[in-house]
């Protein structure tokens, strides 16, 4: 058995236990609302995607003209807060919203 091979299976196997570590340790998204709060309503907006930055949780909002709109939640503060608006800044298809 050459040194290749070793090191390749290891690699494998080390890459294997890190992702099922990490996956186990991942946080139910079912259970988001009753955490942190309802996300607050925003006309026109659908939620794309929530994301968390340190203390802070992120949600990305998108409308059907591309505009993006972020909200942070404080834990510290414990609210949300209009973040970021970004004209244009959706890049996906719109389909997918309605």
Same mark, same amino acid.
């Given at each position: 058995? $050459?040194?290749?091979?070793?090191?390749?299976?290891?690699?494998?196997?080390?890459?294997?236990?890190?992702? /099922?570590? /990490?996956?186990?340790? +991942?946080? $139910?998204?079912?259970?988001?609302?009753?955490?942190?709060?309802?996300?607050?309503?925003?006309?026109?907006?659908?939620?794309?995607?929530? &994301? &968390?930055?340190? $203390?802070? /949780?992120?949600?990305?909002?998108? $409308?059907?003209?591309?505009?993006?709109?972020?909200?942070?939640?404080?834990?510290?503060?414990?609210?949300?807060?209009?973040?970021?608006? /970004?004209?244009?800044?959706?890049?996906?298809? &719109? +389909?997918?919203?309605?």
């Amino acid at each position: 058995m $050459d040194f290749e091979s070793c090191y390749y299976n290891n690699f494998k196997l080390i890459f294997l236990s890190v992702f /099922i570590l /990490i996956s186990s340790c +991942a946080s $139910d998204s079912t259970n988001f609302n009753e955490i942190f709060g309802n996300i607050p309503k925003e006309n026109g907006y659908k939620v794309v995607k929530n &994301f &968390f930055i340190k $203390d802070n /949780i992120f949600t990305m909002k998108c $409308d059907l003209s591309g505009n993006q709109l972020v909200l942070k939640f404080s834990k510290k503060e414990n609210k949300w807060k209009r973040s970021k608006y /970004i004209s244009k800044g959706c890049t996906f298809n &719109f +389909a997918e919203l309605n």
